[in-house]
């Protein structure tokens, strides 16, 4: 069985027991688990359900591997660079996103 979801403005494939990198999102910080609601497509092999634009009573169950807070990991270094042609003007400055990783434990349709 997987699903289609939505978080943070970017879809994910997502089954049971996948461990994901998503957005940033506010959570509490004694929570254990976060529920996903933004469901647009559920398949378990024999039959599929496909939302106009998320399916009602759906949810996707997921838990932090840490703590809330320790769940929070740095995705790679971006160097992006802004550069003036013909001024001799150059400057490169770092990014690094932060991702809140999740491991999937249900998925409900």
Same mark, same amino acid.
Do not use: C
């Given at each position: ?25 506010e959570v509490a910080p004694d929570a254990k688990s976060i529920e996903i609601e ?7 092999? %024999?039959?599929?359900?496909?939302? &106009? ?7 996707? /169950?997921?838990?932090?591997?840490? #703590? @809330? ?17 013909? %001024?001799?003007?150059?400057?490169? &400055? ?7 990783? /999740?491991?999937?434990?249900?998925? #409900? @349709?």
């Amino acid at each position: 069985m997987y699903a289609v979801i939505e978080q943070g403005g970017k879809q994910y494939k997502v089954s049971q027991g996948d461990t994901i990198n998503i957005e940033l999102a506010e959570v509490a910080p004694d929570a254990k688990s976060i529920e996903i609601e933004k469901v647009l497509f559920v398949s378990d092999g %024999k039959q599929i359900k496909v939302g &106009t634009p998320y399916l009602d009573g759906a949810k996707v /169950i997921a838990t932090f591997k840490t #703590e @809330a807070q320790d769940a929070v990991v740095n995705g790679p270094k971006l160097y992006p660079t802004h550069f003036r042609r013909r %001024k001799n003007s150059s400057r490169r &400055t770092g990014h690094r996103q932060k991702y809140l990783q /999740i491991t999937i434990d249900a998925i #409900e @349709a």
